[in-house]
Each structure stands twice: as C-alpha cells, then as structure tokens.
C-alpha cells in the first residue's frame, strides 16, 4: 500500500550542481504535482501533470524543469541548483484534478528535503 | 486570483483545550474546501473537506464548516491531544482550477 514514493529523502548539493527528484504513485491516479514547502509560505505549485503527456507551470516553475515519464512517474529536475531552492519538496497525485473536489483529493509523498550550499 | 489566510502559529495549548484555527478565503465562484494535516516527517494528509456552503466536514473530532457568507472555514476541535500535534493547512478548489491553493499553514503543540 504504497501510495505516493520520493527520493531521495535528503539531499545536500552545491551551488551549480543538478538533481533529479524521482515520484511515482501506484494508484492510477491521472495527475500528478510538484509542490515546494518553505517556512511561512505554506505550499506553493512548482508544475503539475493533469494527465499522461502534459505538463504545465504552476505558481514557482523558474529553476525546475519535469517530465512526465508515464502514467505512474513524474520527476522534477534541478539542473543548476541555487541556495533559493533550499526546500521541502512534496510530490502528490489525484484521480483527476476534474474530480479533485469530491472523493478523489490529493495524496502525498513523504517529501525530500534539498539544501543547496 | 485565488487565496487562503490562515491565522498565524504557533499555537500552543494543553490537552483537553479548545481548539480553533482560523481560514478565511478568497476565490472564484463558489470553491471546494479542505483542510490538511502534516505530522513531524510525514507529507500531508486530508484531514475534512467540504463542498458546498453549509456543508459540514468533519473527522477525528476535528470539524470546519464552509461559511459562504464569511468566506471562511475555520477548524475546530473540543478536546486536543498531545497527538493532535502537527501543522495544519487550510486549501481550497476553485471551480476549473487544476491545482488546489493552499494557505500558509499553522503550527498547534498539544502539551501534556
């Protein structure tokens, strides 16, 4: 009963280094959602994927990049981290953002927490 | 555009007090509402939600009623627990939107 998997957990890179979070969910869930957490800012969207094949920007997508590998992965890439990013990412899925509003809501990773030197 | 305030943390209180944290929001027509809950370590979890005006959520003692007329949904629990320590989010869903919007989030220590 997995749910929504991240890794890594922990990351520590330098200034000008890349990364890959990695997210996978074994529901079948459609969407899928990256989200930054920083003190006093709650959660804001950095991209998300309505369905297989698309990606959008959400509120904070300058610095990141994502794909949409299948229906089950979608990763979220540094390519060349700045202390900024220093976070607590959150990887989440639903059903269909369509239906979010019903009995089909956001499920969410454990998260990875990213310190960038 | 859309927004949710929450009441800022910390909020600390004993065991066995009321509890009240406070949302209000700001959206297009007439919004689905949710509050979330993050215990030390974990991701968050869906804690009650409500869809339409009046509606109540309820869930593990916890809850919040959409007040359309207020544009709020504030959470409220009569007995808090050590256990019940975490940090809360109230979030919304605005019609088409794909994406929920999500407050800033409120920090409650329950102490023995």
């Known amino acids: 009963n997995a749910g929504v998997t991240q890794t890594p957990k922990f990351q520590v890179l330098k200034t000008g280094q890349s990364m890959t979070l990695q997210c996978a969910q074994d529901?079948?869930?459609?969407?899928m959602y990256w989200y930054r957490q920083d003190p006093g800012m709650g959660l804001r969207l950095i991209y998300y994927s309505a369905s297989e094949g698309t990606t959008d920007k959400g509120e904070v997508p300058n610095g990141y990049n994502v794909s949409r590998l299948n229906k089950r992965e979608f990763s979220l890439r540094l390519e060349s981290a700045a202390p900024s990013q220093t976070s607590v990412y959150f990887c989440?899925?639903?059903?269909?953002?369509?239906?979010?509003?019903?009995?089909?809501?956001?499920?969410f990773g454990a998260g990875s927490r990213l310190t960038v030197l | 555009g859309n927004s949710v305030t929450q009441m800022e943390g910390p909020v600390t209180l004993s065991e066995e007090a009321f509890l009240t944290i406070n949302c209000t929001y700001t959206?297009?027509?007439?919004?689905?509402l949710f509050w979330y809950v993050q215990y030390p370590g974990e991701g968050l979890q869906l804690l009650l939600k409500a869809t339409k005006a009046d509606d109540k959520g309820s869930n593990k003692g916890f809850e919040a009623t959409y007040r359309k007329e207020t544009t709020s949904f504030h959470l409220e629990k009569g007995s808090v627990q050590v256990s019940d320590s975490a940090v809360y989010f109230c979030a919304l869903k605005a019609g088409s939107a794909r994406q929920l919007t999500f407050g800033s989030g409120t920090q409650l220590t329950v102490l023995p």
């Open positions: 959206a297009t027509g007439y919004p689905s």
């Open positions: 989440a899925s639903s059903q269909d953002y369509r239906t979010m509003s019903g009995a089909n809501v956001l499920t």
């Open positions: 529901m079948n869930h459609n969407s």
